[in-house]
Structure formats: structure tokens, C-alpha cells
């Protein structure tokens, strides 16, 4: 009886989580459709779905230690969710790039990753994100086998991509204090994996006292 309610619990959580990831992207097809995004609408929505996109991303690198430090491994069936999410979000923030910024004219789009450092991380992190979101099905992982994990793992490069291409876009306009909160979370969460004495420090502190498919990291 307790796994049964255990399990509905769940369900209903993966739904209210599909719900909150998808409410954003809504919420500004509305506004712009009100005409309520201000004098340029489509910057907006390109920032705000680039903003949610590296906010899903950390929350899916953030799955696995507080997996660890609570100890419920109902937290990993959250992963797979929010990993698309991201990476739906990267879908957006680039086609709008593609689409409405650069008019689909190759030879500019090309010469703008060559040129400009921001654009060039964030691209390549976008490319990095397409297996894992490819590859995200159970099916792939049982056909991968254990390259399914080494291949997963290189969303820990995507996640640093993100960021500096984040970082080297509000550097031109003086302003890192936002991407300086994203930079110390995304260090807290690969400290965790990359120094174990990190994690035992966090378990040792009492925060397990109390107790996030895209990665398996």
C-alpha cells in the first residue's frame, strides 16, 4: 500500500513537474501574442528561453546529489524530464537566433560563430545536448550500454559551455552579476561529483537529515 502511494505520488509530481517546465514557454506565447513583451519581443522570449534553458540544465545536473544526499532514487525518474526540457528550451533560444535574428543567411551565421565568442560556446554546447537528447530513450541505453554513460557524461561540458557563453554575453554589457550565481551553483554541482570529500562534507553538515532521463551523471 505504501509503494502504491508512493508511486501515485510520483506520478503526480512527474506531472506537475511537465506542467511547471512547460508553463514559461506558454506564459510568453500569450504575452507576445497580448502584445505584452515590450518594444522587442522576440529579444525577450530569446533571452528568457536561453535563461530556462540553463535553469533546466542545472536543475537536471542537480538530480543526482540530491539523490545522494537524500537518499530517494525516485529523484532520478525527474532526470530524463527535465534533461528534454533544457534542451527543448536550447531549441528555442537557437531557432530564434537562426530564424528571426540571422534570416536563415548561412554565410552571416557562420561568420558570427567564427567571430563572436559567445555565440561559438553556445553553439557548441547546443551541439553537444543533440545526442544526449537523442540518445535519452531507455532503448538507447540498453543498446549503448556502458558508452551510453560516458556519452551522458558530456553534458558536464555542455553545462560550461552554457555558462560562458552566458558569462561573455552579459560581459559585453558590464553586467555578470546573474551569470556569477549561475557559475557558483554549476561549481557547487560538479564539486559535488568531482571531490568526493564535497559530498561527505554535505552528508556530514545533516542535510540527509531530512530525507532534482536526460543524464546519468
Do not use: C
Not at 77 to 104: C, E, N, P, T
Amino acid at each position: 500500500m505504501i509503494v502504491m502511494n508512493k508511486q501515485r505520488i510520483v506520478s503526480i509530481a512527474k506531472v506537475a513537474v511537465f506542467i511547471a517546465a512547460l508553463t514559461p514557454f506558454l506564459g510568453y506565447l500569450a504575452a507576445l501574442y497580448a502584445d505584452a513583451l515590450g518594444a522587442n519581443p522576440i529579444e525577450t522570449i530569446q533571452r528568457a528561453s536561453g535563461d530556462w534553458a540553463m535553469r533546466l540544465l542545472w536543475a537536471t545536473l542537480a538530480i543526482t546529489p540530491l539523490r545522494k544526499l537524500t537518499g530517494e532514487p525516485a529523484l532520478l525518474k525527474f532526470r530524463r524530464m527535465l534533461g528534454l526540457y533544457a534542451f527543448f528550451y536550447a531549441s528555442v533560444h537557437l531557432s530564434i537566433y537562426l530564424w528571426l535574428d540571422q534570416f536563415f543567411s548561412w554565410p552571416d551565421i557562420v561568420a558570427d560563430i567564427i567571430e563572436r565568442p559567445f555565440i561559438t560556446v553556445g553553439f557548441f554546447s547546443f551541439l553537444i545536448l543533440v545526442p544526449l537528447a537523442a540518445t535519452s530513450t531507455r532503448a538507447m541505453m540498453r543498446r549503448l550500454k556502458r558508452r551510453w554513460g560516458q556519452l551522458h557524461k558530456s553534458v558536464y561540458g555542455a553545462a560550461i559551455a552554457a555558462e560562458l557563453h552566458f558569462w561573455w554575453m552579459k560581459a559585453s554589457k558590464s553586467d555578470v552579476s546573474e551569470p556569477l550565481i549561475y557559475l557558483l551553483i554549476l561549481a557547487l554541482l560538479l564539486g559535488f561529483r568531482f571531490f568526493p570529500w564535497l559530498s561527505g562534507k554535505l552528508k556530514r553538515s545533516g542535510l540527509t537529515s531530512g530525507a532534482m532521463d536526460m543524464v546519468r551523471p
